[in-house]
């Protein structure tokens, strides 16, 4: 356990323990505090899925001291390559390395990056605390009065809510927002063995069903498509995720193309609705503060969530340790991920409104690309 403060700031519970949340601990941990780890999930499982990780979140990574393991466990990749959903080449998006030494782009199943991440949580000697959440949360002048679901309850300097869409802790704690808003759109995904021909990433665009896919491993990818939300899609049984997804790919060609060649029922699938909010400020209320999908959640469609989770993490963690205040520290915290979550959920959302109306790929391409160029400026 750690006995330094940030500010007046000297225990953090954190609640949540996915990319954000992790993320939070490890930022706050490393400059002292002493942060309680909780998680709803018994077992701090997550899904089977990749994930891709792009440079902006590949540099947060770095921040975080994992660039080095996320690099030999995942898979990096120099360009996305655009084709025509029948496998035409449209052309290879502009990937610049945002940073000496960093990856232009890359991807890894989401297991591993967890696993890497709890390995940094447990060398910090968080103390991780798991199937518990909170059920009360009270402001005082100088902390926080936590009551926890196995009737526990204990006081914290700083509450942080990193529960993801359906976050608890803004339920309990942040009137003035709201539950995510369906977008129109669902996800499907499928991780499977790297079609023999794939050397980059790639996107299939130009289809009322667009997809795209992303390396993860040196023989793994996942492959992802983006549909029109029907909401029987979400209640589906393995057998007949399997057989509606091979049906949605039967005019692509490419290697999305080889993927519906190939898949088993052994692969990993899954369909997911879509649902984005960047909630109102103030993002925090007394000691208790938000980050991640609790705040700002948005759709896969810059692949950034993650990646907006993580430096939020490392931005609360910057500002608290620079501010004369906890206020003060949360405040600027807000003021500088605001724009740039407005900017990617706005922009997210807007790439799957041109696709639910059909509009032509190079649209797409276009506002996908400004939206990456902008993510690349520094955080
Ligand atoms: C279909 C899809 C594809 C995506 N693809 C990408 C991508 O390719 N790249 C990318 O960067 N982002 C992607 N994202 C977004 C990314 O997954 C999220 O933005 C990111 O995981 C958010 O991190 P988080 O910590 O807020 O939430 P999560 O990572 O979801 O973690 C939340 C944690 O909180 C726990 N929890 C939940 N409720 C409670 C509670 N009440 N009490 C305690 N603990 C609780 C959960 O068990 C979980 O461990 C995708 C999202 C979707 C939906």
């Given at each position: 356990m750690n006995d330094r403060t940030i500010g007046s700031i000297a225990s953090a519970l954190v609640v949540g323990g996915g990319i954000g949340g992790m993320a939070a601990a490890i930022s706050l941990a490393e400059r002292g505090l002493s942060v309680t780890l909780i998680d709803l999930d018994p077992a701090w499982r997550v899904y089977g899925a990749g994930i891709t990780i792009t440079g902006p979140t590949l540099r947060a990574y770095r921040r975080l001291g994992l660039l080095e393991p996320i690099k030999a466990q995942g898979a990096i990749t120099n360009v996305t390559r655009l084709f025509r959903?029948?496998?035409t080449h449209l052309h290879d998006l502009d990937?610049?390395?945002?940073?000496?030494?960093?990856?232009?782009t890359g991807g890894i199943m989401r297991p591993v990056l967890h696993r890497i991440m709890q390995q940094r949580v447990r060398a910090l000697a968080i103390p991780v605390r798991l199937g518990l959440t909170v059920t009360a949360l009270a402001n005082r002048a100088d902390g926080v009065d936590v009551g926890f679901s196995d009737g526990g309850s204990a006081r914290f300097d700083l509450v942080v809510g990193a529960?993801?869409?359906?976050?608890t802790v803004r339920e309990i704690a942040f009137a003035h927002m709201a539950p995510a808003v369906p977008t129109g759109q669902g996800c499907w995904r499928i991780s499977i063995a790297?079609?023999?021909?794939?050397d980059a990433g790639e996107f299939y665009l130009g289809h009322a069903d667009p997809c795209g896919i992303t390396r993860c491993a040196p023989d793994s990818v996942y492959m992802w498509m983006l549909t029109r939300?029907?909401?029987r899609d979400a209640f589906m049984g393995d057998a007949e995720l399997f057989a509606t997804l091979k049906a949605l790919l039967a005019d692509f060609g490419g290697n999305a193309g080889w993927i519906r060649d190939h898949m088993t029922r052994e692969n990993w699938i899954n369909y997911r609705p879509l649902a984005a909010a960047l909630q109102?400020?103030?993002?925090?209320h007394g000691r208790i503060v938000l980050l991640g999908d609790a705040v700002h959640a948005t759709t896969p469609h810059l692949a950034s969530g993650a990646g907006m989770a993580v430096e939020s993490a490392i931005v609360l963690a910057e500002e608290l340790e620079r501010a004369p205040s906890v206020e003060a520290g949360l405040l600027a915290y807000q003021q500088r991920r605001f724009a740039r979550c407005r900017d990617v959920i706005e922009s997210s959302v807007a790439i799957g409104r041109l696709q639910l109306d059909h509009r032509p790929p190079e649209e797409h391409a276009r506002l996908l690309e400004g939206a990456l160029a902008r993510l690349n400026q520094p955080f």
């Open positions: 959903y029948d496998g990937e610049p390395v945002i940073e000496e030494g960093l990856p232009a529960d993801s869409v359906a976050s790297r079609p023999p021909g794939l939300h029907v909401e109102p400020a103030p993002w925090y």
